[in-house]
């Protein structure tokens, strides 16, 4: 289970390095922009799946704050795995 762990942690940061120096050039709402993209769309279920896995955040602050500014949305909030008819 350690080694799972480890091994999910490398890959996720890995790529949160990567969208964290993207998002650090810009002040914009959303990824892409002031409107939310396919970007977005994919970026939220990668936080919400590295908070559930215990990924440490504290390096992406950008990240951060893009999936919140999503998650104030209804479509997003209204995706949200907890929000789903088969979650117990």
Known sequence: ???????????????FRAIEQ???GQQQAFCL???????????VPQVY??????VPMAAYPNI???AQQCNTLEA???AAPERQPDAG
């Open 76 to 78: 997003f909030a209204a």
């Open 1 to 15: 289970e350690e080694q799972v762990q480890r091994w999910y942690c490398n890959w996720v940061e890995r790529s």
């Open 33 to 43: 922009g002031d409107q939310p993209s396919l970007a977005d769309v994919c970026l």
């Open 22 to 24: 993207v998002l650090a």
């Open 64 to 66: 951060r704050r893009v």
């Open 49 to 54: 799946n590295a908070d559930r896995f215990k």
